[in-house]
């Protein structure tokens, strides 16, 4: 238990659906972060929030919507995605943002299957 | 050529065996971070280390900020160690190394 909830664990979604994952830290941190991992490759940085506020955006497509409407929560709602989207994604927090040498947190991860 | 490059990608080993997985960089860092991802999917932080040598039970980490190096070694390995480690530096941002996975047959 790190102190990051995310769900759903598993998620399998056709490409014309709309869900969202959702992302939940109660260790007072203040910067969140949104992961992609696909197999075999480092992990991607998608979104970074600082005070509730996006500082960061790594060049994803816009079927992928961030939301955090406030320091303990962060959401990614999903339209229109492609089965080359397929991956686990990772919410994770720290105290500050990340490059500030800061422990980072990391949920349990959410696998998305897009058919 | 990746920023963080870790070595091996793959280690298979018998339990027992003393484990080296090594990290190098190419960029300025404040930190070097190690962490640990189970099967399941979930990503522990294990040493967060900007000089010298931490110790953690049966896990040490190393780093040498002249030579650009880090190390995490397990002693007397087991199966439960199974997992695929990984390196990441901080600068101005978090850079991740593609992991190593490791599995230690009983």
């Known amino acids: 238990e790190t102190g990051v909830t995310q769900t759903p664990r598993h998620l399998v979604m056709g490409m014309t659906n709309k869900k969202s994952l959702k992302c939940e830290q109660h260790l007072g941190h203040n910067a969140m972060y949104w992961y992609k991992q696909s197999a075999k490759k480092p992990l991607e940085l998608m979104f970074v929030?600082?005070?509730?506020?996006?500082?960061e955006n790594n060049s994803v497509p816009s079927r992928f919507s961030p939301e955090c409407p406030n320091s303990s929560h962060l959401f990614l709602h999903l339209h229109t995605l492609q089965p080359e989207d397929s991956a686990l994604y990772l919410c994770a927090s720290s105290q500050a943002v990340q490059g500030s040498g800061n422990t980072i947190y990391f949920g349990e991860g959410s696998w998305l299957t897009v058919v | 050529k990746n920023e963080v490059e870790q070595s091996p990608q793959n280690l298979t080993a018998q339990e027992g065996e003393f484990i080296t997985i090594n990290c190098s960089y190419s960029v300025g860092i404040s930190a070097l971070h190690w962490l640990q991802q189970h099967p399941g999917g979930g990503i522990v932080s294990l040493f967060m280390?900007?000089?010298?040598?931490k110790k953690h039970g049966r896990l040490i980490a190393t780093i040498n900020i002249q030579e650009k190096h880090s190390s995490l070694h397990i002693t007397a390995s087991h199966p439960r160690d199974s997992a695929v480690y990984i390196c990441a530096v901080s600068n101005y941002q978090l850079i991740w190394g593609a992991g190593t996975k490791l599995i230690i047959k009983p």
């Open positions: 929030y600082n005070f509730k506020e996006q500082t």
């Open positions: 280390l900007s000089s010298g040598k």
